[in-house]
């Protein structure tokens, strides 16, 4: 239940960074954290591109662990990349301490609102999630 969960995530949020690098608007205000009114940064189509790539990536992983997608991976390689998303959204969900995560310091824009209702939260349950795939 928990590797399909994650997997459903992970492929629609990897389907939302497609539809974000050719041209989609929908959601886009929220997504990218904010200073002084201004988007801290731009992402490029192949930077955006490829972050999707990587959440398709993570979205195989906790079927390939769980058996429901057979990929000739050794066991330990999966675990281990298992364990490292578990790391990476975990960090994600803490944040950078300024503008992403629970402990940010920049509030009131609308990427820190969704950041505090849902972005950071979802993190921490996809670390959760990892974290059990892992010792699968």
């Known amino acids: 239940m928990t590797a399909f969960a994650l997997a459903s995530v992970l492929a629609f ?10 041209g989609g608007r929908w959601g886009w205000g929220a997504a990218i954290p904010q200073v002084d009114g201004r988007p ?6 192949p930077a955006t591109l490829v972050v999707a790539l990587g ?4 979205a195989v992983l906790p079927l390939v662990r769980t058996g429901a997608f057979p990929f000739p991976v050794p066991p330990w390689l999966s675990q281990w990349s298992a364990v490292f998303l578990a790391f990476i959204f975990f960090i994600r969900a803490v944040g950078d301490f300024r503008l992403v995560g629970f402990f940010k ?4 824009t609308p990427f820190a609102i969704w950041d505090t209702r849902l972005f950071s939260p979802l993190c921490l ?12």
Not at 13 to 22: E, K, N, P, Q, V
Not at 105 to 108: A, E, L, N, Q
Not at 125 to 136: E, I, M
């Open 105 to 108: 310091r920049v509030r009131g």
């Open 40 to 45: 801290a940064f731009t992402p490029s189509r």
């Open 13 to 22: 949020l990897s389907g939302l960074h497609i539809y974000w690098a050719f």
């Open 55 to 58: 959440l398709a990536a993570a």
């Open 125 to 136: 349950l996809l670390a959760a999630g990892f974290a059990r795939v892992a010792a699968l």
